[in-house]
């Protein structure tokens, strides 16, 4: 797959595109018991070699990644589209942690590539974001981006989560016009039980699942336990088979 995947086009802007308002990309890769993860949260390769392609074309496609900061710590991911040829030259994705008491590890491998590797910045590595609560210290903060982080703060909705309704502002506070989420549980959870942004339209534009064939067993479900009820119902609009993977398009 040296180009991007045809089909994605239909259903997603690229990074280019000219939009009216941000737009939001929620994706996963699970198992066919729905888990996202083995037990205690420990990472599984779920997507084949052509899914995982699928995904890092897709990460080029949005001005952002975001993550909650649980899959921070758990995986330390690089959010990168590093199985993109370089020859492109594609600008790499803004990574953004939902971290509202700021946990965020300053050993985390992409504040580590931010800041060893500077030749790549810009290229292919761009300055961790983390969107943290109002009630954090300031001591904290500094701490962070003493380290090299930058960090915004946003008032916290009652749950004490940075509030999915509105993402869309934040993102058009941090000039981002596009995102994509791709987990973890937690956060999958809140996006999907919230339906509509601050303004009434509908949250979620896109939904991008990669089915695995494969069975966990123990492990971190799509949603956390208990939270599997009320949840949307999704219309299934375009089924590609990548290699072993079902990807399956929806939308609310
Ligand atoms: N297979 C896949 O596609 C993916 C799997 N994962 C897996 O997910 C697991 C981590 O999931 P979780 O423990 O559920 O943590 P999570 O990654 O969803 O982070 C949850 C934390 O994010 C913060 N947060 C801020 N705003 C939030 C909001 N609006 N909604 C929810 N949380 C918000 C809270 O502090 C919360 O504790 C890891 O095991 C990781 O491997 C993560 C991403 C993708
Ligand atoms: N698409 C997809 N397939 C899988 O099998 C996965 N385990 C994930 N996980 C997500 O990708 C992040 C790791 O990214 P890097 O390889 O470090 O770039 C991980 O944190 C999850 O968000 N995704």
């Known amino acids: 797959m040296h180009s991007l995947p045809q089909f994605l086009l239909d259903y997603i802007p690229t990074a280019t595109a000219?939009?009216?308002r941000p737009h939001i990309t929620l994706t996963w890769a699970q198992s066919l018991d729905s888990k996202i993860a083995g037990p205690?949260?420990?990472r599984v390769i779920l997507s084949g070699p052509e899914s995982m392609l699928m995904t890092h074309?897709?990460?080029s496609m949005h001005d952002a990644i975001l993550i909650g900061v649980n899959t921070l710590i758990l995986d330390n991911p690089r959010l990168q589209a590093n199985l993109l040829p370089p020859s492109l030259n594609l600008p790499p994705p803004q990574p953004l942690i939902l971290d509202p008491n700021l946990r965020f590890p300053v050993t985390s491998r992409i504040l580590n590539e931010w800041n060893t590797k500077p030749d790549q910045r810009g290229r292919t590595i761009r300055q961790p974001?983390?969107?943290?609560g109002d009630q954090v210290s300031s001591e904290?903060?500094?701490k962070v981006e003493d380290a090299g982080a930058r960090v915004v703060q946003f008032k916290l909705?009652?749950?004490g989560h940075i509030s999915p309704a509105s993402l869309p502002s934040i993102l058009s506070d941090l000039n981002l016009k596009s995102v994509m989420i791709e987990g973890g549980s937690k956060?999958?959870?809140t996006f999907l039980h919230c339906q509509n942004r601050d303004d009434g339209s509908k949250l979620v534009d896109s939904i991008v699942v990669t089915v695995a064939p494969m069975f966990i067993g123990e492990g971190v479900g799509v949603v956390p336990q208990g939270e599997d009820i009320g949840l949307p119902s999704l219309k299934n609009i375009h089924t590609e088979i990548m290699g072993k993977d079902a990807v399956m398009i929806c939308s609310l």
């Open 18 to 20: 000219t939009v009216e």
């Open 40 to 42: 205690g949260g420990s």
């Open 57 to 59: 074309w897709m990460r």
């Open 129 to 132: 974001w983390i969107i943290c």
């Open 140 to 142: 904290r903060i500094r």
């Open 157 to 159: 909705d009652d749950n």
């Open 187 to 189: 956060v999958l959870s």
